[in-house]
Nanobody, 126 residues
């Protein structure tokens, strides 16, 4: 059974760094893309960063480009989100997600993903 489990969230100050992890299990070899999303209170879930499983190409939402880095350790079946120079507007619940349906580009719509973790809270104080 496919499962995603996030960890690494917490309370940090603006300008700090934080690394989130997403441990995957199950038939992960069938997944085409893995991504991070976030959802702030009262807002819709939004795409943050994605990674193609086959060639590990990455794609970032504009507001995190240059500050966040998505990566994967295949030996550990774990995906990471390194968050640098965090801002109060980065405060949200962060989710990792996996897409098992093929698409050429990394999808940014949450509906395109089939598996989700339970989320980890990131709070950035000013």
């Amino acid at each position: 059974q496919e499962q995603l489990v996030e960890s690494g969230g917490g309370l940090v100050q603006a300008g700090d760094s934080l690394r989130l992890a997403c441990a995957a299990s199950g038939r992960t070899f069938t997944w085409y893309h893995m991504s991070w999303f976030r959802q702030a209170p009262g807002k819709e879930r939004e795409f943050v960063a994605g990674l193609k499983s086959r060639d590990e190409n990455t794609y970032y939402e504009n507001r995190v480009k240059g500050r966040f880095i998505i990566s994967r350790d295949n030996a550990k079946n774990t995906m990471y989100l390194q968050m640098n120079s965090v801002k109060p507007e980065d405060t949200a619940v962060y989710y990792c997600a996996a897409a098992s349906r093929f698409s050429i580009d990394i999808p940014i719509a949450a509906a395109r993903y089939d598996y989700w973790g339970q989320g980890t809270q990131v709070t950035v104080s000013s």
